[in-house]
């Protein structure tokens, strides 16, 4: 089938508008109704772009365009018909962030604009920060101090079968739990392993009970007294 070309632009037009029709496309037929006519100049960028549908933007996007400060770094079409029409370095001093190389103070290595410190030394930082006394948990380095050797499985698992393999606080089974049940020392002595002084917890409240510890020795005793 013969291809048909509109009669202003060039641009390939469908056969019934070329018969019946103004013989023009959309566009040019729009500027005739109005009274307008394309110029000689884009005549002759329509013709040496072929009648393409986005001749403006191809015969654009063929020159170079340059950067309106500096004039030296070469930028895309679209940052200099839609942007600042600056390369990244004017468009960035404008705004005053100018990408300037920042260091860490420790180790030399290149970080952020804002940062001080690499995430190495930042964290060796933070950790010589919260180590020993300085951990808000701390309580006189006891959680240091190993088990003694009576604090052994068997006596665990004699602990947790007298407590019917239950946390005493939220009363959830070992069988719903994803870990198993821990045994838990009532007055934070780890030397004192007797039975009165042992109670079976679960992974999350055994957490809880590292805080207030003065209400929840109380809560134990009271919680074994009624036991016995």
């Known amino acids: 089938m013969k291809q048909c070309k509109c009669i202003d632009c060039g641009k390939n037009i469908s056969y019934p508008t070329f018969k019946y029709g103004g013989q023009r496309c959309r566009k040019c037929a729009g500027l005739k109704r109005r009274g307008f006519k394309h110029s000689k100049k884009t005549i002759e960028k ?17 020159k170079k365009h340059y950067c309106k400060i500096c004039k030296i770094v070469e930028i895309t079409y679209q940052t200099w018909k839609y942007g600042s029409e600056r390369c990244v370095s004017c468009a960035m001093i404008k705004h005053g962030k100018y990408k300037e190389l920042h ?7 290149e970080v952020s604009t804002y940062a001080k410190r690499c995430h190495d030394c930042n964290n060796l930082i933070l950790g010589l920060k919260l180590a020993g006394k300085n951990h808000p948990r701390y309580i006189n380095g006891l959680s240091l101090e190993p088990y003694p050797m009576k604090f052994n499985t068997k006596l665990k698992t004699k602990i947790k079968k007298r407590d019917n393999f239950k946390c005493q606080i939220c009363g959830k089974p070992e069988i719903e739990q994803k870990y198993k049940l821990h045994v838990h020392h009532i007055d934070y ?13 679960c992974g999350s409240c055994h957490i809880k009970t590292n805080f207030n510890r003065n209400y929840w020795f109380a809560f134990f005793v009271y919680i074994m007294e009624n036991w016995k």
């Open 189 to 201: 002595d780890k030397e004192n392993c007797n039975e009165d002084n042992l109670i079976t917890l």
């Open 46 to 62: 329509i013709k040496q772009y072929k009648g393409s549908r986005h001749w403006r933007y191809e015969a654009e996007n063929h």
């Open 103 to 109: 260091y860490c103070v420790d180790c030399g290595k």
